[in-house]
């Protein structure tokens, strides 16, 4: 299990996600040059994942990742899961497949990832982690996919098919190869696809899958190899056979080299021809186009790794004896080399900003600076480019889409010698260049996505853009981003602090400050109260000061007839008896509020006589003031259920000005001193919103309700402390108990219907780590008094409100059943969690169902499947209860495997916490039954496939027994089943053939056995 540890409080701001790792002051970071210094050490690791304080279990790693352009990483694992991390390392999200992760994934225009899995079936991913479309095969996708011009997707299956795909998920064309493919396909700009397949063929096949040629290795030994492709059309893999092959695009074969040992991994074409393949007898080999040795350099371990080539031509490979190699291209010496903590087998990446990624057989991946980015013009890397699309310099996609900017840089104002950050993300045919500009002048060297200037001045404070192009397209400009270094007069500094809540305050109608709605009238508004600390960061010889201050009244407003009351001396003013002048000024601007403050210490004591001394603040951060302000909410008519209300932005700007009264400090000698006036967008976090971008709303919507309701179930992790503050909603007061769940997921759904009025966010100061469940109740008696559920092992509380039970079935091996799981309930039932448990060796998950008859809102976690967990969440919907009596509320299904006797299903505690709220949001006494799925013999039945392409036919064949009847039935899904065939066989045996069966690509097939005193 990961442990999450959160320090942040609400409202603590949140770190750059682009802070140095060292602090050398350069003018610019970017990669200009390979990082290796004259010793030979490697360069610098930029991260590795997971980190030595990160307790995810991750497993080994084949996969080859694939990098995005603005530096995110994908890549798949043993553990079934297919990973995003971000620039810096971080998990962003994870996609559980069914099995085991072999294939490296391939980069969209459109940002969609591709990858196949063990589990006999290829994935299309959304950028935000979530499913697009699925394709089913009949055997494991140990290939990797290949995207052509048109965004057709290639890739082979170890049921000997090589599949062409649509960017929808439709099936193009399929071709039957006679043995299974581990090769990932190339495509060249036609559309044409190369791979070799385990029988020791070659093949090129159309656009259409139609064979254009074959070749035969020696031997017909097996080719795991993938093809690369130089700029000339030429073809370079390797073979079991021992040889390196080059064909021309026709299939005509260049030359052969013979290595040492067998070939696995894949070979890498510099730009100047030579090739560069590895054997497993542990030797990287450099040939140069005429299939002539260059050199060779032995490793101490096998290598299965395929190699990556950089803009300088160093040679990129890791081996099974720990280590990342960097050789000359010259002579195939070591320039360094970098020792992993496990053997490598995935072939590395080289990332457009000089970043090489690899993983390794613990379940890790390193990012290391080398600081310059791969060749381009012919097979620099596996899948010939950080996105993996595996071919070259094709317009993938839609033309509009090849280039485009993802993410915009931000204007930003600094305090000079901070260090000023910008980045741009944009998707495209890498590899993509950059060019950064200030005030339309091109910056020497600044060619990374993101622009890092240490130590900012005055001077770099300009208008700022970066060019983008890569070659095949137009270039394109980002938006021009005004940055301002502001200078600091000297060490102190007046700020505003981090704005905490006062509680609510009433609720009331009003026209201002929002807009009227026309036809419904005035809008009402909710009201809360926020009080801003202004904190002095001085010297220690303050003691005097002046400024306004402007608050936007389109999200706070303030009274001056309390003024009095809304604007407190911090305790150091209040203790030294200091006088404070407030006055309301008219500012220019008509939706802002306006007033100027002046401070001082007193000159002479209650009686007239001069001090002694003159008081000063005290050196360091102090508050001088607190201002309260009142915050407001549009609240839209009355709730409806299922309907989203829009509630105003809270986050406005409360800035310092000059416009009447100077922004002076002044010192206990009369003097101004030198100071900076710090202004920052004030945002105030609301208690439900779990969006942590500044950039996205500050109210609660149903989106927060439905992420609290992920977070909940587990299916997505909490990033960030602040994120955690906003969703950790307590039905009772401002401050959460350290844990997402259930009440959390609720109270935001009253947030949302504006039931419940939002107050501002509260958490402790310190996250450590969640609270552990509390321990499980007693088992209550067999017997519950009016019960009609079947009798088991009772979890839970005697006298039980609302009981929950799992249903008993009987089934044949190797068939898919449906269990329900059923409620006794009392009807004040609103929601309820709890995670199965069973045996996955006996039995397979396959998916859970609400009843049509039963309304809510339900999250289903089967990330632990392969453990035997599923986790279910459930709610009945915003403001309404389950209905009373006893009935079924969801339905599971599991397939049975063969072989086995019977499978206990079991209530637990394991994904997610048990629990049943009402709709007060308290929890209920309730009692928690499993049940058992029974499994008993039946019919031996076997499917015999034959036919050829697509014109496939299923024989099924089984034994049956004089005077029975059968039943065939057929399923595409396993879930769904039709009647295809009542029979009465008169022989022994009997066989069926299906004609639907030769237009489809899947199906699945079951027999029941029926007589005079049997039916199964």
Not at 21 to 31: E, H, R, Y
Not at 206 to 235: C, H, M, T, Y
Not at 592 to 598: R, T, V, W, Y
């Amino acid at each position: 299990m990961r442990v999450l540890r959160f320090t942040n409080t609400c409202f603590k701001p949140v770190p750059s996600p682009f802070l140095l790792a060292s602090t050398i002051a350069l003018p610019f970071l970017f990669g200009a040059a390979p990082h290796a210094d004259a010793q030979g050490n490697p360069p610098p690791l930029k991260w590795v994942w997971p980190s030595p304080e990160d307790t995810l279990e991750v497993d080994d790693i084949w996969s080859s990742v694939a990098v995005g352009s603005g530096e995110e990483v994908f890549l798949g694992s043993l553990d079934s899961n297919l990973y995003k991390l971000d620039r810096d390392g971080n998990v962003a999200w994870f996609f559980p497949t069914g099995d085991r992760i072999f294939s490296s994934p391939a980069i969209g225009p459109d940002g969609t990832v591709y990858v196949g899995s063990d589990d006999n079936s290829f994935y299309a991913i959304n950028p935000d982690g979530s499913l697009k479309w699925d394709f089913a095969t009949t055997a494991a996708v140990f290939s990797s996919p290949a995207i052509d011009s048109s965004g057709t997707l290639y890739f082979g299956s170890k049921d000997g098919n090589l599949y062409g795909v649509s960017s929808e998920g439709e099936l193009v064309f399929s071709f039957e190869a006679g043995s299974e493919i581990f090769s990932s396909p190339t495509v060249d700009e036609d559309g044409n696809t190369f791979f070799g397949t385990i029988g020791g063929v070659f093949y090129s096949l159309s656009s259409r899958g139609k064979i254009l040629w074959q070749f035969e290795v020696d031997g017909n030994r097996s080719i795991f190899s993938s093809p690369a492709r130089d700029s000339e059309g030429n073809l370079y893999f390797g073979a079991y056979d021992t040889n390196v092959y080059s064909l021309t695009e026709r299939g005509d074969l260049r030359w052969k080299f013979q290595t040492n040992g067998l070939i696995f991994g894949s070979p890498a074409v510099a730009d100047n021809g030579n090739v560069y393949i590895a054997s497993q007898d542990g030797i990287i080999y450099a040939i140069d186009q005429e299939g002539d040795e260059l050199w060779r350099f032995q490793s101490d371990g096998q290598i299965q790794s395929s190699p990556a080539i950089s803009i300088d031509g160093t040679v990129y490979i890791g081996s099974r004896d720990r280590r990342m190699y960097a050789l000359n291209p010259l002579d195939g010496s070591i320039k360094w080399s970098f020792e992993a903590d496990a053997p490598v087998v995935a072939s590395p990446t080289l990332s457009n900003s000089g970043t090489l990624y690899f993983g390794t057989l613990n379940g890790k991946v390193y990012a290391l600076d080398v600081g310059l980015g791969p060749q381009s013009r012919n097979w620099p890397m596996f899948g010939q480019n950080p996105v993996h699309t595996s071919t070259i310099g094709s317009d993938i996609g839609d033309p509009g889409l090849v280039l485009a900017i993802t993410q915009q840089p931000d204007a930003q104002t600094i305090i000079v010698g901070d260090d000023l950050n910008l980045t741009v993300s944009a998707v495209g045919i890498g590899p993509l260049l950059f060019q950064w500009k200030v005030d339309g002048t091109p910056i020497e060297g600044a060619t990374n996505p993101f622009l890092t200037i240490v130590n900012a001045q005055e001077r770099h404070s300009g208008r700022y853009s970066v060019v983008i192009s890569n070659n095949i397209d137009p270039t394109i400009t980002s938006d021009e981003v005004t940055i301002r270094v502001i200078p600091l007069p000297g060490d102190r500094i007046i700020k505003f602090g981090t704005p905490f809540g006062t509680g609510p305050i009433r609720s009331f109608f009003s026209i201002a400050p929002n807009t009227p709605d026309e036809e419904n009238g005035p809008n009402p508004l909710r009201m809360g109260r926020l009080r801003l600390p202004i904190i002095l960061d001085g010297d220690g010889n303050e003691s005097a000061f002046s400024f306004n201050i402007n608050i936007n009244t389109n999200f706070f407003r303030t009274s001056f007839v309390d003024l009095a009351q809304r604007i407190q001396l911090g305790t150091v003013l209040r203790d030294a008896r200091a006088q404070i002048s407030v006055a309301e000024l008219v500012p220019a601007n008509p939706n802002e509020q306006m007033f100027s403050i002046a401070a001082s210490f007193p000159i002479t004591d209650e009686i007239g006589l001069p001090l002694d001394e003159f008081p000063s603040l005290p050196q360091g951060e102090s508050i001088i003031l607190e201002l309260d302000l009142d915050y407001f909410q549009k609240q839209p008519g009355v709730p409806q259920p299922a309907q989203i209300f829009f509630a105003r932005n809270l986050e406005g700007q409360i800035r310092f000005s000059e416009e009447f009264v100077p922004l002076i400090l002044a010192s206990s000698e009369g003097d101004n001193l030198p100071v900076n006036f710090s202004s920052e967008p004030i945002r105030v976090p609301i208690e439900g919103d779990v969006f942590d971008d500044p950039d996205r709303p500050s109210f609660v919507s149903v989106i927060d309700w439905t992420r609290i309701g992920r977070l909940v179930a587990g299916l997505d992790a909490i990033p960030t402390g602040l994120l955690f503050d906003k969703a950790d909603c307590d039905p009772i007061d401002t401050l959460g108990n350290n844990i997402i769940e259930l009440e959390d997921w609720q109270q935001a759904g009253k947030f949302v219907t504006a039931e419940n009025l939002i107050v501002v966010a509260g958490s402790p100061d310190t996250i450590e780590d969640p609270l552990p469940p509390p321990p499980p109740p007693p088992p209550a008696p067999d017997e519950i008094a009016g019960s009609t559920l079947p009798k088991a092992q009772r979890q839970g509380t005697s006298e039980p409100s609302t009981i929950l039970s799992i249903g008993q079935v009987t089934a044949l091996p190797g068939s898919t059943v449906t269990i329900p799981i059923r409620i006794s309930a009392s009807g004040d039932e609103a929601a309820l969690s709890f995670s199965l448990n069973f045996n996955p060796n006996l039995l397979k998950y396959v998916q859970t169902r609400i009843q049509n008859n039963v309304d809510g809102t339900f999250f289903v976690n089967n990330k632990q499947v392969s453990k035997g967990q599923v986790g279910i969440v459930y709610s009945a919907g915003i403001s309404s209860r389950m209905k009373a009596g006893n009935y079924t509320l969801f339905e599971t299904t599991f397939q049975t495997l063969s072989g086995q006797e019977a499978g206990s299903i079991e209530f637990s505690d394991q994904v997610v916490q048990r629990k049943i709220l009402n709709t007060d949001i308290k929890q209920m006494k309730s009692s928690f039954i499993g049940g058992d799925v029974i499994l008993t013999p039946g019919t031996p039945v076997k499917v015999v496939r034959s036919g050829f392409n697509n014109q496939k036919q299923f024989e099924i064949r089984f034994a049956t027994e004089p005077g029975a009847g059968y039943l065939i039935e057929s399923s595409k899904d396993l879930i769904h089943w039709e009647i295809e065939q009542w029979i009465y066989p008169v022989t022994d045996a009997y066989q069926y053939a299906d004609p639907k069966s030769t237009n489809l690509n899947q199906q699945f097939y079951r027999v029941n056995e029926f007589g005079a005193n049997q039916n199964n």
